[in-house]
């Protein structure tokens, strides 16, 4: 018996038993035909499927636009989608989509061909929760009950429209990538934030000024109550960009600070950034209550505190662990 026979000759027992919670790992592209198409996506009594795919590069897959393959997903509330190096026509994605009118959680990894040419378009209206990683270039959510999004894009980021009016946390990796568009996401009130990536120890001073560009434009931190932040942060430009987030959130009640990989600090780089900390922060933190740092250095990390306490008035109420 082939493979591809004994992969769908599997499903085929697992539908016929009503299964209700499926999971296909490490499947190879050439075991994906209409007849396991057939079989996995008409589903009624499917709840949850995570499906990750291998064994292939820039193939298309899931092309629903033009086949007859009949899709229903009536009960499914969590779909993965784990492509890899492989793509989702925005056609076949939405057909998809509209296969699971219950659906609540959603996480995608995949290319997206058409994504530069036009929007890949995320309409569902019970999702939760929505992860996209990587991020299309040209995106448009319109998910009236979303309340979380993970956004990660690997290239700059041309459109993003996100009609959300739910949504209240968002953890975004590479921000530099979102420009202006960062702006759609101005109502909620807890972010996470990674600035642990390798290529800031390693760049030029003109792109860390764009980083801290797009930083300290944000409209995002307005209205934000709780903030992580996953970062280098023996990198003095790293603590830069903590302080141009802090000066962005007045309302904040809750500040995580966590180091990543520990990384050599120059101390006569520290030095100098020491002697101009102090009006990182202009406008007070009134509303603090919790900040939770996670620094090994104790120089550094006693120096983040002392210029934080300069700006919370009610210091001795904010509850502070290390």
């Known amino acids: 018996m082939s493979r591809d026979i004994l992969v769908c000759t599997m499903v085929d027992y697992a539908k016929s038993h009503d299964a209700r919670h499926v999971t296909l790992l490490r499947l190879f592209f050439q075991y994906l035909s209409d007849c396991f198409y057939d079989q996995l996506f008409d589903w009624p009594s499917l709840e949850s499927l995570d499906l990750e795919v291998v064994g292939c590069k ?10 007859v393959i009949s899709l229903r997903l009536s009960n499914l509330k969590t779909l993965s989608l784990s492509l890899g190096q492989n793509g989702i026509h925005d056609e076949s994605l939405a057909k998809l989509l509209s296969a699971c009118p219950v659906l609540e959680e959603l996480t995608l990894s995949a290319k997206y061909f058409r994504a530069a040419h ?10 939760l929760r929505l992860t996209l990683i990587p991020t299309p270039s040209k995106l448009q959510i319109n998910c009236q009950k979303l309340e979380y999004l993970m956004l990660k894009p690997e290239v700059n980021l041309t459109h993003l429209r996100v009609e959300a009016p739910s949504l209240i946390s968002v953890r975004l990796y590479n921000i530099w990538r979102f420009g202006t568009f960062a702006q759609t996401l101005c109502d909620v009130t807890t972010a ?7 290529c800031l120890s390693d760049s030029t001073p003109r792109f860390l000024e764009k980083y801290k560009a797009v930083v300290q434009g944000f409209p995002i931190f307005h209205k934000l109550l709780e903030l992580r932040i996953k970062m280098y942060v023996a990198e003095k430009f790293s603590l830069d960009i903590v302080f141009d987030l802090l ?9 995580v600070l966590t180091e990543c990989e520990k990384r050599p600090c120059d101390d006569e780089d520290f030095d100098e950034w020491e002697k101009n900390f102090s009006s990182r922060i202009n406008e007070p933190l009134e509303h603090l209550e919790r900040v939770s740092v996670n620094i090994k250095s104790e120089r550094i990390r006693s120096a983040f505190l002392n210029t934080l306490s300069d700006r919370v008035p009610a210091w001795d109420r904010v509850a502070v662990t290390c």
Not at 58 to 67: A, D, M, P
Not at 118 to 127: D, F, G, M, S, T
């Open 192 to 198: 996470a934030i990674t600035l642990s990536d390798k």
């Open 58 to 67: 820039n193939g298309t897959l899931f092309n629903f636009s033009k086949s």
């Open 118 to 127: 036009r929007p890949i378009r995320i309409e569902a209206p019970n999702l």
């Open 247 to 255: 000066r962005c959130t007045p309302n904040l009640q809750s500040l």
